[in-house]
């Protein structure tokens, strides 16, 4: 699967942006697109996931911040973002897996295939 980002850049706060993943190839691994971010010097968090059939998944003290959605005509996946705070600055990545009971996890280390990100920075 190769999935490839878009949508990031420089926005003030209070402004808002939507993310885009495109992915293509072998559709059942692709069968989860999770939404990560990794803010320098931390380690890579999850943001949002979205499966196949279009049930989200968000990272518990994120959701009602962002909206992940799902074009399965178009393979792409979406990450929205209102409210954007200077805290929200990172480099954003999708990722894909394959289905597994449970639902899409959070976890980075559970995916397997991933994009190259957009950096996404929100000035005050």
């Known amino acids: 699967v190769q999935l490839a980002e878009s949508g990031g850049g420089s926005v003030e706060a209070g402004g808002s942006l939507t993310l885009s993943c495109s992915f293509s190839?072998?559709?059942?691994?692709?069968?989860?697109i999770g939404w990560f971010r990794q803010i320098a010097g931390k380690e890579r968090e999850g943001v949002a996931a979205v499966d196949k059939e279009g049930r989200t998944f968000y990272e518990g003290y994120l959701k009602g911040r962002f909206t992940v959605s799902r074009d399965n005509a178009q393979n792409t996946a979406y990450l929205q973002i209102p409210s954007l705070k200077p805290e929200d600055t990172a480099m954003y990545y999708c990722?894909?897996?394959?289905?597994?009971?449970?639902?899409?996890?959070?976890?980075?280390?559970?995916?397997?295939?991933w994009g190259q990100g957009t950096q996404v920075t929100v000035s005050s």
């Open positions: 190839g072998y559709a059942p691994n692709a069968y989860c």
């Open positions: 990722a894909a897996r394959k289905f597994a009971w449970g639902g899409c996890s959070m976890h980075f280390a559970e995916y397997t295939y």
